[in-house]
Nanobody
């Protein structure tokens, strides 16, 4: 089973920055494109950003484009999400997971809470 451990969340003021990290089981990490997802209270989980297996291709939701950057370090089995110019609407629990068929995945980590508030 895939092991995912997210960290780096917290409380930040609007306009601030956070860097999220996610350590993933090595075998799964190396073979898969990865995504960062978020779920706000009362809303469905959404894909925020994705990155290909070697990091050459990234995609972003329109709501975070230009503010968030996804990256990965395959030597450390870790995927990152640098979040700048944070807005209150970015408040959510953030998760990482593999990208393929993500809506059908039922194995998620504990996530990391991001709260943007003054």
């Amino acid at each position: 089973q895939v092991q995912l451990v997210e960290s780096g969340g917290g409380l930040v003021q609007p306009g601030g920055s956070l860097r999220l990290s996610c350590i993933v089981s090595r075998g799964i990490f190396i073979m898969n494109a990865m995504g960062w997802y978020r779920q706000a209270p009362g809303k469905e989980r959404e894909l925020v950003a994705s990155i290909s297996t070697r990091g050459g291709t990234t995609t972003y939701a329109d709501s975070v484009k230009g503010r968030f950057t996804i990256s990965r370090d395959n030597a450390k089995n870790t995927v990152y999400l640098q979040m700048n110019s944070l807005k209150p609407e970015d408040t959510a629990v953030y998760y990482c997971n593999t990208l393929a068929n993500w809506r059908k995945i039922d194995n998620w980590g504990q996530g990391t809470q991001v709260t943007v508030s003054s």
